[in-house]
């Protein structure tokens, strides 16, 4: 409970008042009215209840559970970002000063005590002094400029030629998402399709057969099936179904590729290596497999495409079309994890304090344990707005 009042205070959902939800935030949150689904979505939602799960009107509630609207922050169709939100009300305070086109290259130390940033701009390499440092770059970034600055696995940091300031084995470890595998199919001939139209307007999150973990599992319908990561091997005009695992047992790492920070940190998922998560990402794809067979999808998708006969005729055959096609959600969590200092793999303290250092905190998706159930917007907002109290109140 002590994070609630973080969440309803950078909200205003403009359609559910409750205990649980803002009023009076920055940022706008709406759900897409049912009579504006599209038919994939509603197709969707339709087969959904039909194979027994519960309508979810609103997929913010603590206790939320099935199919359902998602909760969005894109009024119009433009995304409100922090920088469109809190960012823009704040510019003209002369006590704050937004620099663009900056390359953080490393953080500067005097003992165990960070003192300044050297960072990068216009060809020139300069200092700025700070008596506090706040590191938010990301589940990606946040642990390579700690890894660039000294700090980090002692021995990984010696092989790339950097001096160790502090022996922090967790930085770059831990690296959580959420794999997706998809469903892709190709729409029928007279089927039409916006492509100004939303994407995506509903989804399922259910708990996977004998999980201990509640809503570890989500599918997304989306009415557009376009290149992902700048291949085409989608028929166009097709729509496909998301089979997301929301609570993977697997972790990756990020380590250094150079001790250079124009040079891309090497970026290890592990996805799918525990067979847990092939079990559950397997019974999701063989349940979308089954909604498509749904009579409201007739008039919508001729085939499917993607997984084959061939490929579901068995469990190796699946994870094998698992692994070949698995991609991630963009949201990498966990990488500078908070724990105490009895967890050796931890790197910040309870209020982001980095782990036996001073004058430094880490405040983005990087510092939670795992990544959450849920898209990680705001959380990472939340933790934002935690550490700028404690910013505030000198702790």
């Known amino acids: ?3 609630l009042p973080y969440f309803r205070k950078m909200e205003t959902d403009l359609d559910i008042s409750d205990d649980f939800h803002g009023s009076e935030g920055p940022i706008p949150v709406r759900r897409f009215a049912r009579e504006t689904w599209l038919p994939f979505q509603q197709a ?5 209840l039909e194979a027994g799960y519960p309508a979810d009107e609103d997929m913010n509630h603590p206790d939320s559970g099935g199919v359902g609207p998602i909760p969005m922050n894109n009024p119009e169709g433009v995304r409100m970002s922090t920088a469109l939100t809190f960012l823009r009300e704040v510019r003209h305070r002369l006590n704050l000063t937004v620099r663009a086109n900056v390359v953080v290259r490393r953080i500067l ?5 960070a003192v300044g940033v050297e960072v990068e701009s216009g060809g020139d390499v300069f200092q700025v002094e700070a008596g506090q440092i706040v590191l938010s770059a990301g589940a990606m970034a946040s642990p390579q400029i700690l890894m660039l600055s000294g700090i980090g696995p002692a021995d990984h940091l010696r092989a790339m030629g950097i ?3 502090h022996d922090l084995p967790g930085v770059g470890q831990n690296l959580r998402d959420h794999p997706i595998v998809a469903v892709i199919c190709k729409a029928r001939d007279d089927h039409e399709q916006d492509p100004l139209a939303p994407r995506t307007q509903t989804a399922l999150r259910y708990t996977a057969a004998g999980s201990p973990d509640r809503n570890d599992m989500q599918i ?3 009415s557009f099936s376009t290149p992902i990561g700048g291949a085409d091997p989608f028929e166009p005009g097709g729509v496909r179904i998301q089979c997301i695992l929301e609570l993977a047992d697997g972790a990756g790492e990020v380590r250094l590729s150079a001790n250079d920070p124009h040079t891309q940190p090497s970026l290890n998922y592990r996805y799918l290596e525990p067979e847990r998560d092939r079990e559950r990402l397997r019974e999701a794809v063989r349940l979308s497999v089954s909604l498509l067979e749904h009579d409201a999808f007739g008039p919508i998708v001729a085939e499917i495409i993607q997984p084959s006969p061939d490929d579901l005729a068995s469990d190796d055959a699946l994870d094998d079309y698992m692994r070949r096609t698995v991609f991630n959600t963009t949201h990498a969590s966990g990488t500078c994890k908070m724990g105490p200092n009895s967890d050796a793999m931890a790197v ?3 209020r982001l304090n980095v782990h036996g250092l001073e004058n430094i905190k880490v405040a983005d998706a990087s510092v939670m344990p795992n990544v959450i159930r ?11 707005e935690r550490c700028a109290d404690w910013l505030k ?3």
């Open 393 to 395: 109140a000198g702790l």
């Open 1 to 3: 409970m002590d994070v």
């Open 163 to 165: 001096p160790v300031v």
């Open 348 to 350: 910040v303290d309870p």
């Open 374 to 384: 849920a898209n990680t917007n705001c959380t990472t907002i939340m933790i934002g």
């Open 44 to 48: 969707f939602v339709q087969s959904c």
């Open 109 to 113: 130390f005097e003992g165990k005590t």
């Open 220 to 222: 997304m319908a989306s």
